[in-house]
Nanobody, 115 residues
């Protein structure tokens, strides 16, 4: 059974950094692109960043370009999201999921950017 476990969130001041991790199991991780999403209270879940199966290609939503970096370690079935220069509007629960046919969502990890 496919499973995703996100971690690394927390409370950070504006301008700060966090590194999120997502460990996947139950499917052939290296065969799939992986995506990071976020959902703020009262808003729909939005796609933030995606990375190809081999890690050679990445795409970002305009609001995070130049600040966030997605990467992956296929040997550890893990995808990362390095978030720098954080802003209050980045506050949300962050989730990862597989590209294409999604698997059940994990619990997500809360990111709060506040002074």
């Amino acid at each position: 059974q496919a499973q995703l476990v996100e971690s690394g969130g927390g409370l950070v001041q504006p301008g700060g950094s966090l590194r999120l991790s997502c460990v996947a199991s139950g499917f052939s991780f290296s065969a799939y692109g992986m995506n990071w999403y976020r959902q703020a209270p009262g808003k729909e879940r939005e796609l933030v960043a995606l990375i190809t199966s081999g890690g050679g290609g990445t795409t970002y939503v305009d609001s995070v370009k130049g600040r966030f970096t997605i990467s992956r370690d296929n040997a550890k079935n893990t995808v990362f999201l390095q978030m720098n220069s954080l802003k209050p509007e980045d506050s949300a629960v962050y989730y990862c999921n597989r590209g294409g046919l999604r698997v059940p969502w994990g619990q997500g990890t809360q990111v709060t950017v506040s002074s």
